[in-house]
């Protein structure tokens, strides 16, 4: 089986009713970054960020998979799918993917921050101030926070350079190291790149825009496939 690598970004679950960052009203326009998603805004206002969190998580539980996670999980059939996200939603994994490697941590999940290692599965929606690990420190969200590094990388990279087929849903590309996967692509691999909005890297013969929504986007993906399985 081929090997098809996804790395999807916030424009995969907007369908699902997830607002992006970047776009108008996305969450970055209404939130200040530095004092919702970094280890400063933490240390400055720990209740701001749990309760951040806390919504997008309360969101999270009353959110569904869209056609395009739908299809993409449904790939698996013909192909050897790896689903690298920035997402922290599980929305992928709620489709059926069953190769998801999440680069910038998951919603549902926490850990100690006095020891990385100790990464629990939250119950329910809400992360408490008091709410301790095991070895008696506050839990944080498990997300990787501006300035924060990013483990998941290496495995990302190492999936991206064995891609038969490299397809990218939902991303602005403006986040490192996320966005410099695609250097990391074999020559000659095809690269499908799905997006409402235009790409900003030049065309090349070997990548083919898409230029819609996640939902029809990952349709369209599939029967351009269909002749490759
Ligand atoms: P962005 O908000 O930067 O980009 C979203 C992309 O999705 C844009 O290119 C949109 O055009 C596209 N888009 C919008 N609606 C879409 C739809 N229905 N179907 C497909 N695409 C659509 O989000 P990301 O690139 O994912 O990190 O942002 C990367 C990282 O920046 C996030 O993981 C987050 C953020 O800060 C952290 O919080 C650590």
């Not at 200040?32 to 951040?52: C, I, K, M, N, R």
């Not at 799918?81 to 059926?96: K, P």
């Not at 350079?161 to 695609?182: C, H, M």
Request: glycine residues 8%.
């Amino acid at each position: 089986m081929k090997k098809l690598v996804v790395l999807s970004g916030a424009g995969m679950s907007a369908e699902s009713g997830i607002k992006t960052f970047r776009d108008h009203d996305g969450l970055w326009e209404n939130h200040d970054v530095t004092q919702v998603a970094s280890p400063e805004g933490w240390a400055a206002d720990p209740h701001l960020v749990l309760e951040f969190y806390n919504q997008r998580r309360k969101q999270l539980y009353e959110t569904r998979p869209n056609e395009g996670h739908v299809g993409l999980a449904e790939l698996e059939n013909f192909f050897d799918v790896h689903v690298i996200t920035q997402n922290i939603d599980d929305l992928h994994e709620q489709a059926g993917s069953s190769k998801v490697l999440h680069l910038h941590g998951e919603l549902k999940k926490v850990r100690s921050t006095v020891d990385e290692s100790l990464v629990y599965e939250l119950e329910g929606w809400q992360l408490n101030w008091g709410d301790k690990c095991e070895k008696g420190s506050q839990l944080r969200p498990h997300i990787v926070w501006f300035g924060e590094a990013v483990p998941a990388i290496e495995p990302a990279i190492e999936l991206t350079q064995q891609a038969d087929i490299f397809v990218v849903v939902g991303t602005s590309l403006n986040v490192y190291p996320a966005a410099g996967l695609l250097n990391y692509v074999s020559r000659g691999v095809p690269i499908y790149l799905i997006d409402p909005a235009q790409p900003m890297f030049t065309p090349s013969s070997n990548i083919t825009f898409i230029q819609e929504k996640a939902t029809t986007g990952v349709k369209k993906l599939i029967n351009m496939l269909k002749p490759q399985q």
